[in-house]
């Protein structure tokens, strides 16, 4: 099959927003680690703008296909960790209110993450997507799924913003476990 880029994930949500006659925007950025040319999109939601890029929360791991929550409906702070553009040009997306809490779905310390996954196992969900507002490389241990019964195996990946945090930087990240049940 075809495959598309942030072009085509902006273009498809556009034709979406517009069919639904939902006021949204297409936003000329670059990606701030690379300077590569990148489009986003602005969607207006009960009043208020909000930030959504489908393309980088599609991600391919060898044969895992992974739809994350961590760049849906969020804000411009947010989002000038990882895009440049020109911000007087478009809507400001003020307060941050993501995907993932609204869903509460919010990992602040190792003991909410593990009574969260564990929830996640509990209900058999073949993707747990959770939000850790204040992720470090060393703060969080995700080997705990080891010693889950029902767990055989699991897949777990932290996303981030660009370039590589150093290892006691402090930034937001989705973290998404994907676990094979026995």
């Known amino acids: 099959g075809k495959k598309a880029a942030d072009d085509g994930y902006a273009?498809?949500?556009h034709l979406l927003y517009t069919a639904a006659d939902v006021e949204h925007q297409i936003v000329q950025a670059t990606l701030s680690h690379s300077g590569q040319a990148h489009r986003f999109n602005k969607v207006r939601?009960?009043?208020?703008?909000?930030?959504?890029?489908?393309?980088?929360?599609?991600?391919?791991?060898?044969?895992?296909?992974?739809?994350g929550h961590g760049y849906c409906l969020?804000?411009?702070?947010?989002?000038?960790?990882?895009?440049?553009?020109?911000r007087e040009a478009y809507p400001e997306a003020k307060r941050e209110n993501n995907w993932h809490q609204?869903?509460?779905?919010?990992?602040t310390n190792q003991e909410e993450l593990e009574a969260l996954v564990a929830e996640g196992i509990e209900k058999g969900q073949c993707q747990i997507s959770l939000w850790i507002p204040a992720y470090t490389r060393d703060a969080f241990d995700f080997t705990f799924l080891r010693q889950n019964p029902k767990v055989e195996s699991y897949t777990a990946m932290?996303?981030?913003n660009w370039p590589m945090p150093e290892k006691d930087d402090v930034y937001p990240s989705e973290a998404i476990f994907v676990p094979v049940y026995n």
């Open 45 to 67: 939601i009960q009043g208020n703008w909000r930030n959504v890029d489908a393309f980088i929360d599609d991600v391919e791991r060898g044969e895992l296909h992974i739809v």
């Open 158 to 160: 932290a996303t981030h």
């Open 102 to 107: 609204r869903k509460n779905l919010v990992a």
């Open 11 to 13: 273009e498809a949500l």
């Open 74 to 86: 969020f804000s411009d702070d947010y989002a000038s960790r990882v895009y440049d553009w020109d």
